[in-house]
């Protein structure tokens, strides 16, 4: 299973390969006990599922580390690399935007 060229992946693999959850696991039950928002082509919908996919221009919002985390795919990546490779998977959106 190869994401080199897909242009989707599953929103908790993507979540543990931009380093917000130390496991995929630990993604996965988030996304399905807290659920996480998902904003494409300006409509968002709350989603419970894993395996929504999620690709590169979505905006996604949830709970971390008592804040509000929200930011913007810019690339699914291939693998979970090194903190500054995560780093160039996503942009931090400001809240007030």
Do not use: C, H
């Amino acid at each position: 299973m190869s994401d080199s060229t897909g242009e989707e992946v599953r929103v908790d693999i993507w979540l543990w390969r931009a380093r917000f959850f130390k496991t995929r696991a630990l993604a996965t039950d988030y996304v399905s006990r807290k659920g996480i928002r998902i904003t494409r082509n300006g409509q968002t919908r709350k989603t419970g599922k894993a395996g929504q996919r999620v690709s590169a221009g979505d905006v996604l919002t949830f709970y971390k580390a008592k804040a509000i985390e929200t930011v913007e795919v810019l690339q699914v990546g291939e693998r979970r690399g090194p903190s500054a490779e995560a780093q160039t998977l996503y942009r931090r959106v400001d809240a007030s935007a």
